[in-house]
Antibody, heavy 120, light 106 residues
Framework: EVQLVESGGGLVQPGRSLKLSCAASGFTFSNYYMAWVRQAPKKGLEWVATISTSGSRTYYPDSVKGRFTISRDNAKSSLYLQMNSLKSEDTATYYC?????????????WGQGTLVTVSS | DTVLTQSPALAVSLGQRVTISCRASKSVSTYMHWYQQKSGQQPKLLIYSASNLESGVPSRFSGSGSGTDFTLTIDPVEADDIANYYCQQSNELPFTFGSGTKLEIK
């Protein structure tokens, strides 16, 4: 059974940093592109980052480019999101997601999410 | 960026057919996916690449469309289908989601 378990969320002050983790199990982690998707309270979904199978390629929207860094450790079946210079608008539940094993596929599996609150 | 437009809400009677639409600001070919998100839960992939049913998803769900206009159909609607439904395109970066359609029961 595919499982994705996020951790590392919490309350953080504006301008500070936070690192999220996602522990994956139930599949061969190194075979899949992985992503982070967030959802602000009572709002819609926003893609945050994607990383290739080896970690050599990463992709971000402009809203987080230069502040967030996605990474992975295939030996540990773990995905990470380093978030720097946090802003109040980064407050959201952050989901770890596994992308489909097809070209331009969707997000086939999601974790339960971890809440990040940016506030002074 | 590719903007995806969805109607905010739809009300439907149980047992009826409902279609949820998603319009893209530019062509996304068939790289459109649909998700269901129930209250307090993570999203769930229902339909991928416009018309392919994800494994384990009931056949009451179907998808169609290409280019800029897409639909998700539920027939018949069951009480368990009360949720928000999101479309998402993966044709080009940045990946974008629609704002969601809330399905309500009449």
């Amino acid at each position: 059974e595919v499982q994705l378990v996020e951790s590392g969320g919490g309350l953080v002050q504006p301008g500070r940093s936070l690192k999220l983790s996602c522990a994956a199990s139930g599949f061969t982690f190194s075979n899949y592109y992985m992503a982070w998707v967030r959802q602000a309270p009572k709002k819609g979904l926003e893609w945050v980052a994607t990383i290739s199978t080896s970690g050599s390629r990463t992709y971000y929207p402009d809203s987080v480019k230069g502040r967030f860094t996605i990474s992975r450790d295939n030996a540990k079946s773990s995905l990470y999101l380093q978030m720097n210079s946090l802003k109040s608008e980064d407050t959201a539940t952050y989901y770890c997601a596994r992308q489909q094993f097809i070209t331009k596929g969707g997000f086939a599996y999601w974790g339960q999410g971890t809440l990040v609150t940016v506030s002074s | 960026d590719t903007v995806l437009t969805q109607s905010p809400a739809l009300a439907v009677s149980l047992g009826q057919r409902v279609t949820i639409s998603c319009r893209a600001s530019k062509s996304v070919s068939t790289y459109m996916h649909w998700y269901q998100q129930k209250s307090g839960q993570q999203p769930k992939l229902l339909i991928y690449s416009a018309s392919n049913l994800e494994s384990g998803v009931p056949s009451r769900f179907s998808g169609s469309g290409s280019g800029t206009d897409f639909t998700l159909t539920i027939d018949p609607v069951e009480a368990d289908d009360i949720a928000n439904y999101y479309c998402q395109q993966s044709n080009e970066l940045p990946f974008t989601f629609g704002s969601g359609t809330k399905l309500e029961i009449k």
